[in-house]
Structures are given as C-alpha cells and as structure tokens.
C-alpha cells in the first residue's frame, strides 16, 4: 500500500498547535501574561478555539475552490485541536476564574447570555470530538455522521456570537470570524445545490 503524501502534516500540526497552550501553561504560573492573566488565558484559547475550528471547516471549500487534497488530511486534527482549546478556554473560566464555585457557574450559564451561547458552543462539539473517529463513521453510516457534524457550522456561528458579545464595543475582528464562517457556509451550500441541480438532470435524462 503507498504510504500517503505529507507523513509529517498532521503531527506537525500536533505540535504547533499545541504550542500556545503549552506557553500559556508555563508562563500563567511565572506572571508573565500580564496584569490580568486570567483575561489574557482566557482571549487567546477562545480565539484559537474559534480560528482552528473555522480552519477544520475551511478544508472542504479550499478543494472546492483551489482543488486542494491535502487540507481533508488534516481537517480531524484541526477540530479535534479546536475542541481542545474550546475545553481549555472553559477551564480557565470555571477552575481558575470561578475557582469551580458550581451556583455562580451555573448562574452565569443560564443568566448571562454571552456565556450561554459559549457554553452552548462548547456543548455542540462535544459529540463531534467523540465521533471523530472512523470507527464512528462506520458506526453512524457515513451520511448520519455528515449530518451529525454539520453542528460544527453552528458551534462556530455560536462561537462568533459568544465573541461579539464578551468585547462589546469594537466587534471588528469577531464580525471578521463571522465574515469567513459566512463565506464558507455559501460555498458549502452552492456546492450542495449544484449537487442537487446535477443529480435532478441526470434523474429527468432517465426516468424509472
């Protein structure tokens, strides 16, 4: 069997995008993140959590558009890297933040909105994480499993809205996250319609 192209594509992914969590890990500890160090853990593990998932979800439309293999290769691992931050990103606010103090968790998650959409978020790519596997692609049959992990759009546009509403004033950047997340849901839904325009052709050229 030819070994696949690329070997060293995912691993290495593994690594650098393991990277800042490790930093955040070594230098939180050491006070080098800044006067408000639990702030700073918790922007960037949530926009790494946001732009890794945004990339897992840029791998179809880059080989619809550029015709480009190799980003499938690596679309798993970038998801399961944004589950990571995503749990990480979590943490941070409830063991750190909070110190796990469970009425003021559960009273931020259910009354204060920009909290409810993350923790909705983070709940979504829950099973996504789980089923990651090709084991349970078999499992489910390969169209339940696309139709289970299509909640990665909505985890992201949920992603998004948690953004908008933590920065409040200057939404700029989360409204660019927005902007991409819109681009490729029009990319992945013109492929589907094509799909449908193409298979209702060949349906009309041969009726039963």
Not at 53 to 63: D, G, K, V
Not at 114 to 125: C, N, S
Request: net charge positive; hydrophobic share 55%.
């Amino acid at each position: 069997m030819a070994s696949s192209p690329y070997p060293w594509l995912n691993p290495a992914l593994v690594v650098g995008g393991l990277s800042p969590l490790v930093m955040l890990a070594v230098q939180g500890p050491r006070g080098e993140l800044g006067p408000n160090a639990i702030e700073a853990a918790l922007h960037q593990t949530g926009l790494l959590a946001l732009v890794l998932l945004l990339a897992s979800l840029a791998c179809t439309p880059l080989r619809l558009v550029a015709g480009w293999t190799w980003p499938a290769r690596v679309r798993r691992t970038l998801g399961l890297l944004a589950f990571t931050y995503a749990v990480a990103h979590f943490l941070v606010y409830a063991v750190v933040d909070q110190g796990l103090a469970w009425g003021t968790l559960w009273a931020d998650v259910t009354e204060r909105p920009f909290i409810t959409v993350g923790f909705a978020a983070l709940v979504l790519l829950v099973p996504l994480a789980v089923t990651s596997t090709n084991r349970w692609v078999r499992r489910l049959g390969f169209p339940r499993w696309q139709r289970l992990h299509r909640l990665a759009y909505v985890a992201a546009a949920l992603g998004v809205v948690h953004f908008v509403w933590r920065v409040k004033k200057d939404v700029t950047e989360p409204l660019l996250y927005g902007a991409v997340l819109a681009v490729l849901l029009a990319l992945r839904v013109g492929e589907a319609l094509r799909k449908r325009r193409v298979r209702a052709a060949a349906a009309a050229r041969n009726p039963a």
